[in-house]
């Protein structure tokens, strides 16, 4: 069973993009990238409510 690819979207002044089919692997690189790049520790509900079908 295919899953739909998933995108998520950082601030445009940040321009950082990322796509998956898997929603973990999404959430993980979305979570890794906010505390990298933005000393951000966001939840995964957090996340999930930036994600949009890419
Ligand atoms: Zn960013």
């Known amino acids: 069973m295919a899953e739909?690819?998933?995108?998520?979207e950082c601030d445009p002044k940040c321009g950082f993009m990322v796509?998956?089919?898997d929603e973990k692997e999404l959430i993980?690189?979305?979570?890794?990238?906010?505390k990298k790049f933005h000393n951000m520790t966001a939840t995964d509900e957090q996340v999930?409510?930036?994600?949009?079908?890419?």
């Open 19 to 21: 796509q998956s089919h």
């Open 48 to 54: 999930k409510g930036m994600m949009k079908d890419a």
């Open 28 to 34: 993980e690189i979305a979570k890794e990238h906010a």
């Open 4 to 8: 739909k690819l998933k995108k998520i």
